[in-house]
């Protein structure tokens, strides 16, 4: 008489054994604590998919999504990525990735590379598909159709100095956002400055260009300088990690951080000439203020 094996499901059809779910996480050796799952994004220029990666040291770049044969691709042109790492240069293997920058065809002063004329040909049609169906805009139609900006003391992309390296924000200081893997696997809510935290200070520095450009003639900008907190703390701003989430390295990233290097020619718009101003207290207080400097 042959037993019959037991049955792998309760009688509600539940399974017996269950598996534990494992929870993702980033080694402690890591090149990159970005999750690759979730980074695909689209060209604010062109409209065209693109993939989110880092260089060394975490800078990022946009790759082009798919794998291209390194025969077809002139080998100055050739990057692969390696452990979560784009790299500019080959692997040795017949396939290759390519920088979305060398692709986009909304760029007209490209160097030409015959090469891959196809392939920008054919993101220029998509492109124009996506424009004509109305699911993108590109960036410089939007600033066409905007009103022209109004006098603000808020910087909506101010220029923050930490590591005494100039970067522009794409945000304001007080929303810039945590990039971690919150609890429920989405992005961290929680901003960069909070109460208990040390905050920077807001000062006027001279307009420096980079190594080879003309310096601009008298011009002085605001700066959101963090360089006066501890080492740590400038760590935790680059990395855009929120007190929380800075100690807590296993938590990986869900997105690239919002840091762009500033360049004052490039990014002349985003200039300030005065320091923002504090916020007026409401109340009677205040009133009572305003009233004695009237």
Known sequence: ???TPPSPRRWDGSFV????????????????????CGQSDRCRDC??????????????????PQELPAEKVPATCHWHVSCGVAHPAGDGSGWCRLPHAMLCPAHDALPVVPELAGLRRALAVNSRRLI????????????????????TCRPARPVVQLLYVR??????????????????RHRCTSPLLTPETRAGVWTLVPTITTHGQLPLPGAAMAVYAVTGLPYAEQ?????????????????????????????????????????????RPHGPAGRSRRATQS
């Open 132 to 151: 004509d169906s109305g699911a993108f805009v590109p960036r410089s139609a939007l600033s066409n159709t905007q009103a022209p900006p109004t006098t």
């Open 47 to 64: 409209g065209n998919r693109v993939e989110w990666y880092h260089r060394t040291g975490e800078r990022p770049i946009r790759l082009h």
């Open 235 to 279: 760590l935790r701003w680059r990395a855009q990690r929120c007190p929380e989430h800075a100690v807590t390295p296993a938590a990986p990233d869900v997105t690239v951080t919002e840091w762009e290097s500033f360049d004052p020619l490039i990014h002349h718009e985003h200039i300030h000439t005065r320091l923002p101003t504090l916020a």
């Open 167 to 184: 970067y522009l924000a794409n945000r304001p200081v007080d929303e810039i956002q945590c990039v971690a893997q919150a609890r429920r």
């Open 1 to 3: 008489m042959r037993s």
């Open 17 to 36: 054994h269950v598996r534990a779910r494992r929870s993702l996480r980033v080694d402690g050796d890591s090149a990159s604590r970005l999750l690759r």
